[in-house]
């Protein structure tokens, strides 16, 4: 079963310096950090702030040929996860034909964004990522147990990611 989420805002981890997407559902009651690179960080940052940049950068640009070609995008599937690492798919619709193209979720996120398309996690991958090696993920962060960093995270509202600079 697929769970519509939204982006709930960015993080970035205090000790590898590793921008964190944090995805919630509609309901709020579940949190899923994913750790992504810092281009596609800025990529969702900006579009969730609504900066306008004077020349379009690569998932704008995505974005704007997917319109040309008159492809719709669907939806963003976050679908597995594996050794820690998640994997998505984005379904998009070109002349009636339904076609997924895999993807790394921060730049399906980021693509989403752009495009209006509804974002989903697979409830499987909601499931396994409460059992996410925070501890493999963080390096040495010493601050948190696993267990520890997944409420903090869960727990985290939109006021809080004022203190939480890109």
Avoid: C
Avoid at 36 to 61: C, K, Y
Avoid at 64 to 87: A, C, H, P, Y
């Amino acid at each position: 079963m697929l769970i519509e989420v939204k982006v709930f805002g960015l993080a970035m981890d205090p000790i590898t310096n590793t921008p964190i997407v944090i995805l919630k559902d509609l309901q709020g009651k579940r949190a899923i950090p994913i750790w992504i690179g810092l281009f596609e960080a800025s990529a969702i940052a900006t579009q969730m702030e609504e900066v306008n940049l004077a020349r379009p950068m690569t998932h704008d640009l995505m974005n704007e040929m997917l319109k040309v070609l008159e492809v719709k995008v669907l939806q963003v599937v976050i679908n597995d996860l594996k050794d820690n690492t998640f994997f998505a798919t984005i379904h998009i619709l070109k002349n009636d034909v339904s076609i997924t193209v895999d993807a790394r979720p921060s730049d399906a996120i980021a693509l989403a964004l752009r495009a209006g398309a509804p974002i989903f996690v697979d409830e499987k991958v909601i499931e396994k990522s409460t059992n996410i090696d925070f501890d493999k993920k963080t390096a040495d962060l010493n601050k948190y147990t696993g267990e520890q960093l997944k409420e903090f995270l869960e727990n985290l509202s939109s006021e809080d990611f004022g203190k939480y600079k890109m």
